[in-house]
């Protein structure tokens, strides 16, 4: 469990959350920028001293202004991630990575230099100079250099906006990994909603120093009063398990969680029971009053309207609906909301064009 | 033999001299360099400006004050005497303490553009991964600084090897303690002895062109922090 009550007031800038983020799995702290979200991190690392503050990790007071409590960032057990890969240029790869590792007791050592090259892919470069690698490879140094200082928290603040799409592409991968190999709770700050989407399993969405919502992902991007449900990226997350395949059309079936219903899309095989993320954008819903046997679109849900909400648009209305427990966002123009008659508790069926698989 | 047995005691107390100054600089110079590149204070631009002010000064006006403050009615000197230390003027310690001041802004300046340099990231960097203040201070400011340190002990050492006004203030022309090669060159001179000046004048020459030949060729695009 991670508790931080921060108030930091600057000449152009002010910033007052209280963050309750859980003790596991990956919390987005997420916004525009100055929204304050790497303010945040800096203070729960103990780089940034904030003038009125409470910060409590899994029980460990870090700092506690009424009291004059301030544990320096040194003695502090995170491993922090920048935006730039920030290595020292003087030290080999291998000496980057034993930095850390060297600086805590042995057996408070949980990750081997070993077990850290394998899961970044990095075994390969441990005598290179930081200055002869790429961008990507450079950042999972970074990110493995963290890991090795076996800390119990990860913090990292947008470790791909430095890089380009294709070595994003490279990375997410590992990330993934991270999250689904450690038991390290990692707090991570993006403004992209896709990374957030695809490795987020709480959303913390920031605005102007202040916290506008807090809670599961999936619950927080389906949120109609929300930013970000009005983005041109507005969507949900699903969390499926893989339960049936069709060799002939190479169908994949994906059971909704706590539900009969089935999501289904053109994927290679994966064993029953494999959990797989979802995202569903918005733009790809459409809604009819009753089921079309004849149609290309693959996935029809039964629906009920749980709300709806004009877009900022006033052409489009946003509509969010509940999936036997799941719930879906929908964008349609306001016309066919008139058509159809639009109101909360109305059943329809759901018509989703594509659904993309986040890995 | 061009350069006779005052000649080379000349040199070797020169030598001993810049030597001596470069190291006390360093150890003196490094903390104070530190804190120039790092602080808020608005003590910062009058302690620059003091550690600069030999730059600007003719040698003889810091040389004058050294020899009223040490001597023995200066506080300083009146302190020593106290002590038992007796007064540092026309010493060689005195000849110490004057080079240290003189070549002061020619270790401080380019130590504090090296910690400038280096910036706050490495340092925190190293402060999450573990490492005291004065742990990232060995492991990391030391070596990223390395080339500062190179550029301030031959700048420190070249110009005290160079200094004449101040010695001669402070240190008067005591064979084998305070005859440095610039008051050697000046006593041939005044004795019109030409020879001998011209061999330790052209020593000099070659010693300080090999110096900046040496500090200007390894400059090079060094120091790249990513």
Known sequence: MIHARLKVARDDFELDVDLQLPGRGISALFGHSGSGKTTCLRCLAGLERAPEAYIEVNGQIWQDSRRGHFLAPHLRPIGYVFQEPSLFPHLSVHGNLTFGWRRIAPQARKVSLDQACALLGIEHLLERKPATLSGGEAQRVGIARALLSSPQLLLMDEPLAALDGPRKREILPYLERLHDELEIPLVYVSHAQDEVARLADHLVLLEQGKVQASGPIAATLARLDLPLAQGDDAGVIIEGRVSSYEPGYQLLGLQLPGSDLELRLAHEPLALGTALRLKVQARDVSLSLAQEAHSSILNRLPVRVSGHRPADNSAHVLVSLDADGSVLLARITRYSADQLGLHSGQQLVAQIKSVALLG | ?226
Do not use: C
Not at chain 2, 61 to 86: D, H, K
Not at chain 2, 118 to 134: C, D, K, N, S
């Open chain 2, 1 to 226: 033999m061009p350069l006779d047995a005052s000649d080379l005691g000349a040199i070797w107390l020169t030598f001993k001299l810049a030597s001596l100054t470069t190291l006390i600089l360093l150890l003196v110079g490094t903390p104070i360099a530190w804190w120039l590149a790092r602080t808020r204070s608005w003590l910062r631009g009058p302690v620059g400006a003091v550690v600069a002010l030999p730059l600007v000064l003719p040698p003889t006006v810091i040389g004058f004050y050294l020899l009223l403050a040490l001597g023995p009615n200066g506080w300083i000197g009146q302190t020593t005497e106290a002590l038992g230390l007796g007064t540092v003027v026309f010493s060689f310690s005195g000849l110490v303490i004057g080079s240290v001041i003189y070549s002061m802004p020619f270790v401080v300046q380019p130590l504090q553009n090296a910690f400038s340099a280096i910036g706050e990231r490495p340092l925190e960097v190293a402060a999450t991964l573990r490492a005291t203040p004065w742990d990232s201070f060995v492991h990391v400011v030391l070596p990223l600084a390395r080339p500062g340190f190179i550029t301030a002990s031959i700048l420190g050492f070249a110009h005290t090897v160079g200094e004449f006004g101040v010695v001669l203030m402070i240190g008067g022309n005591i064979p084998d303690k305070t005859r440095v090669v610039s008051v050697q060159i000046f006593d041939h001179v005044e004795a019109m002895e030409y020879l001998q000046a011209h061999w330790l004048a052209g020593a000099m020459l070659v010693f300080s062109f090999l110096v900046l030949l040496a500090l200007y060729s390894s400059r090079s695009g060094k120091s790249a922090w990513s």
